[in-house]
């Protein structure tokens, strides 16, 4: 399993923040940042294309949690280690979104009953 760079979009931030306990936060995040890339559950994804990008949807080992995830160009590398001011991993992922599992039972305005 090799090391890599975790970056969290604005909606993966939120649902980071919204976990009740610091114990929870440490452990979502050990889970990104070891479980995207060869995890336990690399068997069991989805890949899907939005435009030209493949997103990965990954279950994690932490309650059930799901992260959309694509992986970073080399510019996107690039940019992080320049705006780090830091050398990054040769691999990166940028999560999309974090998703509980009870969100796979909310009923949306549009979703048919």
């Not at 992080?80 to 969100?103: A, C, N, W």
């Amino acid at each position: 399993m090799a090391k890599y760079e975790v970056v969290l979009s604005p909606a993966a931030w939120r649902a980071i923040r919204d976990l009740r306990t610091v114990q929870d936060r440490d452990d979502l995040a050990d889970c990104l940042g070891k479980e995207l890339d060869q995890g336990p559950n690399a068997e069991n994804v989805w890949v899907f294309q939005i435009g030209d990008r493949n997103y990965t949807a990954t279950p994690l080992t932490f309650r059930g949690w799901v992260a959309i995830h694509r992986p970073l160009s080399r510019a996107e590398l690039d940019r992080l280690g320049d705006e780090q001011g830091r050398r990054v991993e040769s691999m990166g992922f940028l999560i999309h979104d974090l998703l509980p599992p009870h969100t796979a039972f909310e009923i949306g305005p549009y979703s048919e009953v």
